[in-house]
């Protein structure tokens, strides 16, 4: 019968298992690959796709592309049921659940972020994880700069010119980087905002930036960075987030609207519910890459604890969840598993890292390859000969090198596209005192208090006399939209540290007029709350 | 006292004024633009942008960048008051109201898009005025392609595959032509789908294609676009849209999943609250440009109504609304602020068509130039040369040729970037007889109902027999999601033609969680609905 191999992801580890696979099985394996995206995103090129270095179309490759003769469905993963051999999944937009069975499993799902230990976090920050991510970057830094460039409140100006990345590993390191790097080279379109206006900080936990290097390195990418004038605040986490406050572990308060987070890398969700074992998190694997108790279910890269060798215990015992790595890794499966297939003895995986390369922005990076260290426009030169080489694909090799000329020869685009909607119904968090909104400003949406309390302040409706109400969690301000207010009338701040919920204008006004409870309750809480009468419908 | 010109719109009409005014008036002029974007787009590339053959970031150019000396404003505008010389709006983000004064105020606003009187339309079509619409074209092209290749049920594959555009004038055939030719350059990624399956349509009222041409130019469109398997259809309206069905004036009813309408022009809601003199929707302006009964307030481009004689009358006597004038009237517009300004005489606008160009996709146009009229392969040419040449920007020129020099030598991406995110409360229409949802399916919003009437089939709580039920307007179904349920357990189709609003599950499980009204009102209609005990906040 026709063995299927079933791979779910398709990142560097689910890619290159997936092409390994193919080189290596007969034909008539038929192997099958489930990603949500239908391209395959080469992760070391985001933060340039952020900075607009590159053009996001040009930075990925579609996976149908890359994998002939394997089956590409592009679907969210529901479950897994490891006893039917059965993965349940939703393709596209289909709301019709497919199951789609297999003979033997390759798991190879990455991380996620999760940021919910910081409170507000989650819900104010933005990640680099994904391609989106970065494109959302790139326009949110834009828009920051036209906003500082016209608005008249010189605190709202001061933070929106600030721009903090928590997280000084590689991810953040790049990040940072070409994010000043963009930032400086737009400036000249910005004739409000003065360079010394600008503030850019990494905040890392550690005391030392690109702990994967050696201290000489991360002190050289350190002091690089800083004469860019980056801010680095090392042995500093992060406590709580707002929409315009990050505050840190030490009680720095760092006024800013603009917080990228490369921290909190945890399983998805379809990971840690997999009928699997898991140490930390992550799929715990033999040293053949299988999982324990499980012949037909196989994990690699991110979302694997990958043993080095036998009775490993150590952090440096496992394998890193780097894309060197990753694609290694994809190798040794591939022989395993047509060993497993052929019957024949498989190999324990070992790999040694070749070395490890980060770019500064700004002409500038850091390597150590082989033992040796490099430092500056050679090691950055070098970091983008390694990823282009690496990058798979040829147009998008071609791609990528055609980007980076014309970005050398000319100027940065300053063009904002949209790419990012937040969510209707979203969660904001604000500090005890902090303003919510004000009286005259534009109305957009309707709020619930979820915790903590407000105070709001408005006009009694016959004496115009100032009215001052508490509201805590479980009730709402922000109503007069249903009788067609396009302004606020009241004013409100946070007595305490608060967490609300708020529905957008348009949706709160669509679901208000056609849901008769709303209607009934809203009409019952105009009259009595503030005595006016108000029939639905009419605005 | 320094002059202040502030001109609204950032299209053809209002960038070429302001460039115009910049070259002509004194460097204590104060000129300032506002526009909803941060670029300006070339509208006649995007359909080349929908169809992937130029990356949206490479077809448009930052406005600062080509309005040196000028201030630019990212905004959106609020309310025009031309007693107090104020125009109100609100900044990018901010909600916070900008009123900015102005002497002289140059409105160049263009059109927008009303499909509203064809039930439907506005809620299932989709639009080609504006980068964003461009990007979400593709993104939507190649998600019903995704789809296409890996549903098992033939009617929807069959409504996947069939695209239709609305409209036969320039936008129309360009977006059409172009859409096939990525379509048929994408299908070899999809091993499912077989070219006889994609059916592309046009569809439109008039008896010819591109009524803008000679006859006979529209007819060698016609044949061309046909020779590629566009099916074009004549002397044929719209009468309404669903989710999966257009239905024409004719009755005929074509299963599609994708509806672009390129009709419909109408002037923006500001245009329209304009205290200014409006025929047919657009501003009443005289031969020197300004603003019937109003000396410091101009308007040109396609919201303007031009006359280009004295008591002009048919349609010919007034300018067209296309690019080529839209620059004219710029040029005009600014020689004669410059003469009102140094009090001299004014001259009357007048321009002559040099003629007219339309790409057909494929290598293919048709051109009528100085009289000449061109088709084939050499009008095509002639297309790219003429738009190049007057796109503006030196650097977007080199990126829209690098553009097209890849597109020639390598295939078409089929990356799925997103673009855009549907309302997170959003009206649909059904037909008597349509499923809604079906038991088994994903659990994806919760309905209510607005007009019409569906009947749900759902298990009784106790005895799991069918129980059947007639769902009307203010009525809702969907709700269980309350109680954690991902999946349906009823059936819904609709018993008459219908709307409803559905809102998006997450945003309707953060509303019923936070907001006690509906937490309450939902613990009760379980209760004595379906006799389900649910706590709120228990799932």
Redesign the interface.
């Known amino acids: 019968m026709t063995q299927r191999i079933l791979i779910l992801g398709g990142g560097f580890a689910g890619l290159f298992a997936a092409r390994e696979l193919r080189k290596r099985l007969p034909l008539d394996v038929r192997i099958e690959l489930i990603n949500a ?3 395959f995103v080469f992760q070391p090129l985001l933060p340039e796709v952020a900075a ?1 270095a590159i ?4 930075a ?3 996976l ?2 890359l994998l002939k003769g394997i089956k590409v ?3 969210r993963i529901q479950e897994v049921d490891t006893t039917r051999r059965v993965v349940t999944i ?9 199951e789609v069975g297999y003979d033997h499993l390759v798991v190879a799902l990455g991380q996620e972020t999760d940021l919910s230990r910081m409170p507000g976090l989650a819900d104010h920050a933005l990640t680099m994880k994904t ?2 991510d970065a ?1 959302r970057l790139r326009a949110h830094v ?2 920051r700069l ?2 500082a460039d ?3 409140l010189p605190e709202v100006k001061r933070e929106a010119l600030t721009f903090c990345v928590i997280g000084a590993g590689f991810s953040g390191v790049e990040t940072v980087g070409e994010m000043k790097e963009m930032i400086d080279r737009s400036l000249k ?2 004739p409000n905002v003065w360079p010394e206006e600008v503030r850019v900080v990494v905040v890392e936990y550690a005391q030392n930036v690109l702990g994967e290097l050696t201290a000489k390195l991360g002190r050289y990418a350190a002091a690089q960075l800083e004469k860019r004038g980056i801010e680095i605040l090392l042995g500093r986490g992060v406590q709580s987030a707002t929409g315009t406050r990050l505050i840190l572990s030490d009680g720095t308060e760092i006024p800013t609207r603009t917080i990228v987070a490369t921290i909190g890398n945890a399983p998805s969700r379809v990971v840690q519910d997999m009928p699997l074992e898991h140490v930390h998190g992550r799929i715990k694997v033999t040293r053949d890459l299988r999982c324990e108790g499980h012949d037909d279910v196989w994990s690699l890269g991110d979302c694997a604890l990958i043993p080095m060798k036998d009775g490993a215990t150590e952090r440096s015992d496992f394998a890193p969840p780097t894309a060197q790595f990753a694609v290694r890794e994809a190798r040794a499966l591939a022989e395993n598993m047509a060993a497993a297939l052929a019957g024949k003895p498989m190999k324990p995986f070992r790999y040694k890292s070749q070395g490890a390369l980060a770019s500064l922005g700004a002409r500038r990076g850091v390597a150590e390859v082989w033992g040796f260290k490099l430092s500056g426009f050679p090691a950055w030169l070098l970091w983008r000969a390694y990823y282009v080489a690496f990058l798979p694909g040829f ?1 998008t090799k ?2 990528v090198l ?1 980007n980076w000329v ?1 970005d050398a020869v ?2 940065r ?7 990012y ?1 937040p ?3 979203r969660y904001v968090h604000y500090r005890a005192g902090d303003r919510v ?2 009286a ?3 109305a ?1 949406g309707f709020y ?1 208090v ?1 915790e903590g309390a407000v105070e709001l302040t408005y006009p009694d409706t016959h004496t115009g006399e100032p009215v001052t109400k508490r509201v805590t969690a ?1 009730q ?1 301000f922000g109503e007069r939209m249903v009788l067609g207010q396009e ?1 606020r009338s009241g004013t409100v701040h946070a007595l305490e540290d608060t967490k609300v ?1 708020v ?2 204008r ?2 709160f006004l ?2 208000a007029d ?5 209607r009934g ?1 809203f009409q019952g809480y105009m009259k009595q709350t503030y005595d006016i009468d108000w029939t639905p419908g009419q605005r």
Not at 55 to 58: E, G, N, P, R, S
């Open positions: 995206e239908n391209y607009g053009t996001a179309l040009h990925v490759t579609p149908r592309r469905r592009k679907a939703f393709q596209g937009v289909q709301r019709r659940p497919t391609l989106e494109r834009i828009e036209e906003h016209i608005t008249q379109y910005y147009q071609v791609n055609l014309m000319s100027p685009s300053t063009v904002q596209l949209r790419s909607t969510p209707a119904a909104f004000e005259g400003t534009r957009d619930t979820i479980g709402h302004r919920l529905l957008d348009e949706e669509k679901i056609a849901f008769p409870v709303m309750y």
